[in-house]
Structure formats: structure tokens, C-alpha cells
């Protein structure tokens, strides 16, 4: 299928210029299980089929359900650049939570990689900055996992005024 924008680069890889959110793999609102489990399924099939080569996801959307689901449909498809969020709770239906601290966040990327049936995460995102825990410490946790393998590419998203110096501590390797 030919598009009329061009592609994009993302996290080091060419990728589709429209992004597939993965928030209606859910129950709709991004709680819960979806009624229909193989549609959904089949609805990340037929994204990639149309020419979609990046997949936002997050690890609060279910929570967890929408990149199991992503897992089922996708995850040995290395064509298919599957980003996702950690650092947000989901404590309930329309609750949400932020929570930064560098264990948790190294947790939540494991738990992430499991579902997604990936061995690497393409990107992950740190969802917001936890004012609790210092800043570094969140990013700090998060590099070592890119260093070992872990996850590909990090990015901070929801935060613009944080934007330059996340981008500087990465930069700099690990140093504001």
C-alpha cells in the first residue's frame, strides 16, 4: 500500500507515519479485557497488513492486557516497531497513578517484554517523572536496562519542560 506522507524514523528504524494505539485492545477505556480477545488480536494483524509499522502501547492499558494481546498477535513480527510506556498505575478503572521508583520501573519493563514476546523492546517510554523519586534515578534505571539489552531506545513522554534535560542526561551518558 502506497501513502501519500512519507515515512518517519523512530528509535533508529524507518517507520509508518501513523502510529496504531493500542488502548481500544482493551475493554475500550483502556481497563480491562476486551470482549472479543480475537478481534483484537486480529485487529493488530490487520493494522500491520495496511501498511502500519509502529504500535504504541503502554503497560497501564489493561493493565497489561493490551500488550499481552499485542504479544499474541505480534511478537516475533520484527518488521513491526512496538513502543511502550512503564511509570503509571492503574489501581482501577479511570484511576491512574504515577510511580517512578527505579525498581518498579525495571519490573515493569520485564514484565512489559514478557508480554510483548519480545526479547528487546523497540522503545520505551518513562510516562511521566515521578517527583517523589529523583529524576536521574528513574532514567538511571531505565539507560542500564538499554545497556543491557533490555530495551532499545528511551524517550520521556508528557513532560515538554523535562524534554531537554531527559535528552541531555542521555546524551551524556547518564549525567545531567
Known amino acids: 500500500m502506497e ?3 512519507a515515512d518517519v524514523r523512530v528509535a533508529g528504524r524507518v517507520t509508518s507515519p501513523l502510529v496504531l494505539g ?3 485492545l482493551t475493554a475500550g477505556d483502556g481497563w480491562g479485557e476486551p470482549s472479543d480477545p480475537a478481534r483484537a488480536r486480529q485487529l493488530a494483524h490487520d493494522a500491520v497488513a495496511a501498511g502500519y509499522t509502529h504500535i ?4 497501564s492499558l489493561g493493565p497489561g492486557t493490551a500488550e499481552r494481546i499485542l ?3 505480534l511478537g516475533g513480527d520484527a518488521t513491526v516497531l512496538i513502543a511502550t510506556k512503564v511509570g503509571m498505575l492503574r489501581p482501577g478503572p479511570n484511576r491512574w497513578g504515577v510511580l517512578g521508583h527505579p525498581d518498579y520501573l525495571r519490573q515493569q519493563v520485564y514484565a512489559s517484554r514478557s508480554r510483548l514476546r519480545r526479547e528487546r523492546i ?3 517510554y518513562l510516562h511521566r517523572i515521578d517527583p517523589d523519586y529523583r529524576p536521574e534515578d528513574q532514567l538511571g534505571a531505565l539507560d542500564d536496562l ?3 539489552g533490555v530495551i532499545g531506545h528511551l ?3 508528557g513532560q515538554s519542560d523535562f524534554g ?3 535528552g541531555a542526561f542521555l546524551e551524556g551518558g547518564g549525567r545531567f
Do not use: I, P, Y
Not at 56 to 59: E, F, G, M
Open 3 to 5: 501513502s501519500a506522507v
Open 22 to 24: 493500542t488502548a481500544r
Open 56 to 59: 504504541d502501547s503502554a503497560d
Open 71 to 73: 504479544g499474541e498477535a
Open 122 to 124: 523497540d522503545l520505551v
Open 146 to 148: 538499554r545497556g543491557e
Open 155 to 157: 524517550n520521556v513522554r
Open 164 to 166: 531537554v534535560r531527559s
